[in-house]
């Protein structure tokens, strides 16, 4: 109880997020589309100042406070940063060696522009549940994905819905996720309780979603469609496109199914694709390298480049071009420093009591099941928002707010799911969160741009809170917390 006295006034709490919009505004007004490469940046520093600033000279918080907070902060999205870096890598060798040109040639001539965006977000979804893995799916057959939309004429903000909505059911009812391990885990939900509790508002988001997209698919214009034979062409006059590329794919599927590490196993892949890229595109690896003549030390050279820096490979084609052009880890860079300067904002605000002392003021009055629901589902979307990180809404929002549960005798298991309905699945609607930088960062799309397109991640928050209403007009029945 001594902690709720040290929290900031709401109303205090508060002044940050004014000052972090209102630089925000001024940053867009100033450097429009380019906002993201660092005036956002000095918004989230500056903001992050104000707020330990109140806590230090307002309160009497101590700076040791704040250091360990940002500790603790930082060794939560430490892995997440790694793990952006390999997926650079990754992303620049499966280009590289020929394995997303292979799947985009292959995939012109499997899927129909009719249901496009609706098997886009079906295929996501499956890999996702496999694999446990949003990011890994979205950095894998999401780019590949891409491509093929952009060949069938598709915006890239339907495309990247799409893929984002696909990718978070599947992550969300997948045992093999950390999101939703840790969502059980920190409410004190068994683990399949819970995906099967889940189920009640995730089918329903989906089905929106899916039906949204099918509607999209059927409504695109089939005349908008010319340049997927100049894709193909130019892809099968530049690469070597073989079905045994496939393979690498496969594997580092095979390692995710299989509960290899994220880290060990994107390690893993980056390197398998970079011998492919030796053993079937060695004269475009030897050109990366600096070299028109194929030699070992070009060979190298370029492969290792097709980790670490941008490459671009000559098609023939300016609008292929763009598709095969890659940044590599270094292209993440940009994103890794947003990451830290959002999470140093979170910390400030963690540290200085100030979100607790919001979500408080949110709490105070509640008794009853939709309230409290809408407020999980509400603060689950706030913290995002204030932490700039999936891990810290989740447990911070679990954590609030299972007292609040146990008192008024809701079960554990809605508080599970309100937390995945709102601090999972809403994190990559935020510009700013970890995973709104790396999905945008990913796919080559503004948050800004895919987010109305994402329709499974707005409709589950509101699902939520809908399905805890009908189940309120339920006759109450006397049971166990789960």
Same mark, same amino acid.
């Given at each position: 109880?001594? #902690? ?54 307002? +309160? ?18 430490? $892995? ?42 079906? &295929?996501?979804?499956?890999?996702? !549940? ?5 990011? %890994? %799916? ?20 339907? $495309? ?43 089918? *329903? ?8 997209? !099918? ?5 695109? #214009?089939?005349?908008?469609? *010319? ?15 073989? *079905?045994?590329? !496939? ?13 290899? *590490? ?16 030796? !053993? ?34 000559? $098609? ?18 940009? %994103? ?58 989740? &447990? ?50 503004? $948050?800004?741009? +895919? ?32």
């Amino acid at each position: 109880m001594k #902690n709720h006295i040290e929290h900031p006034h709401w109303a205090v709490s508060c002044l940050p997020l004014v000052f972090l919009a209102a630089l925000l505004v001024v940053v867009i007004h100033f450097f429009g589309s380019d906002s993201l490469e660092g005036g956002s940046q000095v918004a989230l520093l500056l903001s992050a100042g104000l707020a330990i600033a109140i806590g230090i000279f307002g +309160y009497g918080q101590s700076w040791k406070s704040f250091e360990k907070s940002i500790d603790d902060c930082f060794s939560s999205v430490a $892995t997440s940063i790694l793990i952006l870096l390999l997926i650079g890598a990754v992303a620049g060798s499966w280009m590289i060696s020929g394995i997303v040109p292979t799947l985009v040639c292959y995939g012109l001539q499997i899927i129909s522009p009719r249901i496009f965006l609706f098997a886009s977000c079906a &295929i996501a979804a499956a890999v996702a !549940l496999m694999t446990g893995s949003s990011w %890994t %799916t979205i950095a894998t057959v999401g780019v590949a994905l891409m491509a093929i939309g952009t060949a069938l004429g598709f915006s890239p903000g339907w $495309t990247a819905g799409a893929i984002i909505s696909g990718a978070y059911f599947g992550d969300k009812v997948s045992p093999l996720s950390d999101t939703t391990v840790l969502a059980s885990s920190s409410s004190g939900t068994d683990l399949f309780t819970h995906i099967r509790y889940m189920m009640f508002t995730t089918v *329903p988001s989906i089905s929106v979603a899916l039906v949204v997209f !099918l509607v999209a698919s059927l409504m695109h #214009n089939p005349d908008a469609v *010319p340049s997927t034979a100049e894709y193909s062409d130019a892809l099968r006059s530049t690469f070597r496109i073989s *079905p045994l590329l !496939l393979i690498v794919p496969i594997f580092t599927f095979f390692l995710i199914i299989k509960k290899v *590490p994220a880290i060990l196993t994107l390690m893993v892949s980056a390197f398998v694709a970079g011998l492919a890229a030796l !053993l079937f595109q060695p004269g475009i690896v030897a050109s990366i390298g600096g070299s028109d003549v194929i030699s070992t030390g070009a060979c190298i050279k370029g492969m290792m480049m097709s980790w670490f820096a941008g490459t671009s490979v000559d $098609t023939g084609s300016e609008l292929v071009n763009t598709l095969t052009a890659t940044r590599g880890m270094g292209g993440m860079l940009n %994103t890794v420093f947003l990451i830290i300067c959002a999470v140093t904002f979170g910390a400030a605000m963690t540290g200085s009591g100030m979100f607790q002392g919001i979500t408080e003021a949110l709490t105070r009055h509640i008794r009853r099941r939709v309230p409290s629901v809408a407020a999980t589902v509400t603060t689950g979307i706030v913290s995002n928002v204030i932490t700039a990180d999936q891990y810290l809404s989740i &447990i911070l929002s679990a954590s609030l707010f299972k007292d609040l549960y146990r008192k008024n005798s809701l079960e554990s298991r809605l508080l599970s799911r309100s937390v995945e309905d709102s601090a999972t699945v809403c994190s990559v609607l935020i510009p700013w969160n970890s995973c709104g930088m790396t999905q945008a960062t990913v796919l080559g799309v503004a $948050t800004v741009v +895919y987010f109305p397109y994402c329709i499974f991640n707005i409709v589950s928050p509101l699902m939520s809170i809908l399905v805890a209403a009908i189940g309120s007009r339920k006759k109450p029945q006397v049971s166990k917390s789960v």
